[in-house]
């Protein structure tokens, strides 16, 4: 079992800035894959990035790449998303994902265990 505990959400103005945090518990964390995902109003929840277990690889979506960045801390049980160069667009909740798997997916039906999301909103 996985608890998954977001924060670093907020408001900031285009071009600006964030870093989501996501604490994790459980012993078995560093082989677990994690993921960020985002909702919008009114829109379907979408993949942001994931990063495998176990030393694996990593991905961002195409909307993100270039600036979003995910990583992380096995020592310390967290997962982050350095997020630069926000836009309006991405203005969303973003949730952390874990599954058992060590492999990263894209789906969010893939992963069973889910934080319970932190606000970013970017203003114009």
């Known amino acids: 079992q996985v608890q998954l505990v977001e924060s670093g959400g907020g408001l900031v103005q285009a071009g600006g800035s964030l870093r989501l945090s996501c604490a994790a518990s459980?012993?078995?964390?560093?082989?677990?894959?994690v993921a960020w995902f985002r909702q919008a109003p009114g829109k379907e929840r979408e993949f942001v990035a994931g990063a495998s277990g176990a030393g694996g690889g990593k991905s961002t979506a195409n909307s993100v790449k270039g600036r979003f960045t995910i990583s992380r801390d096995n020592s310390k049980n967290t997962v982050y998303l350095q997020m630069n160069n926000l836009k309006p667009e991405d203005t969303a909740v973003y949730y952390c994902?874990?599954?058992?798997?060590?492999?990263?997916?894209?789906?969010?039906?893939?992963?069973?265990?889910w934080g319970q999301g932190t606000q970013v909103t970017i203003s114009s």
């Open positions: 994902a874990a599954r058992s798997s060590v492999f990263w997916a894209d789906r969010d039906r893939s992963y069973e265990y």
């Open positions: 459980g012993n078995t964390f560093s082989r677990n894959a």
